[in-house]
T-cell receptor, first 113, second 111 residues
Framework: DAGVIQSPRHEVTEMGQEVTLRCKPISGHDYLFWYRQTMMRGLELLIY????????DSGMPEDRFSAKMPNASFSTLKIQPSEPRDSAVYFCASTERGQSGYTFGSGTRLTVV | EDQVTQSPEALRLQEGESSSLNCSYTVSGLRGLFWYRQDPGKGPEFLFTLYSAGEEKEKERLKATLTKKESFLHITAPKPEDSATYLC????????????FGSGTRLLVRP
């Protein structure tokens, strides 16, 4: 298995632009998570899905953030408009019910200038 | 509110010098405690899950233990390749599959 695949690996954008991050979970995993990592706040859960349905989005910082999971093999995290304080590494992770531990992707490093 | 505190923030060891990392937690009802390793520029890599006080897990030079209030990650005779950030996380009976992470311990093992 190729693991959790995220794209792009790096994204540099200007303030105000729309940014879309993508994730392909491991086949057969029914839970998908979006995390954000910064030096100041560590790893923070933004939103998670179960069977493609959003379960908890309480970590989404503002209405500028939205996430979708149109099918079991694809999810997006969108920021519109982006701001410099959104600069961070965004991780996607997946797991299946009964499995011990998540599998994380390699992350997308977002820089908003 | 579930909380996870890790100490120390950073740890420097000589190769072969054993030590322990601490993870203190406050949760409404622990369902599982996880240890992850994270290398620079990569996502966290799963190491262990512990479910109940008294449980222990081992993998090579690493051994994780759990009490009702904290977990320890013991590193025996570390090597430079053990250098990484070690993250602790918990999920509780109230949080379903949401993992709450600590801020991590940055370990540097010098040859």
């Amino acid at each position: 298995d190729a693991g959790v695949i995220q794209s792009p690996r790096h994204e540099v954008t200007e303030m105000g632009q729309e940014v879309t991050l993508r994730c392909k979970p491991i086949s057969g995993h029914d839970y998908l998570f979006w995390y954000r990592q910064t030096m100041m706040r560590g790893l923070e859960l933004l939103i998670y899905f179960n069977n493609n349905v959003p379960i908890d989005d309480s970590g989404m910082p503002e209405d500028r953030f939205s996430a979708k999971m149109p099918n079991a093999s694809f999810s997006t995290l969108k920021i519109q408009p982006s701001e410099p304080r959104d600069s961070a590494v965004y991780f996607c992770a997946s797991t299946e019910r009964g499995q011990s531990g998540y599998t994380f992707g390699s992350g997308t490093r977002l820089t908003v200038v | 509110e579930d909380q996870v505190t890790q100490s120390p923030e950073a740890l420097r060891l000589q190769e072969g010098e054993s030590s322990s990392l601490n993870c203190s937690y406050t949760v409404s009802g622990l369902r599982g405690l996880f240890w992850y390793r994270q290398d620079p520029g990569k996502g966290p890599e799963f190491l262990f899950t512990l479910y109940s006080a008294g449980e222990e897990k081992e993998k090579e030079r690493l051994k994780a233990t759990l009490t009702k209030k904290e977990s320890f990650l013991h590193i025996t005779a570390p090597k430079p390749e053990d250098s990484a950030t070690y993250l602790c996380a918990v999920y509780s009976v109230d949080s379903s599959y949401k993992l709450i992470f600590g801020s991590g311990t940055r370990l540097l093992v010098r040859p």
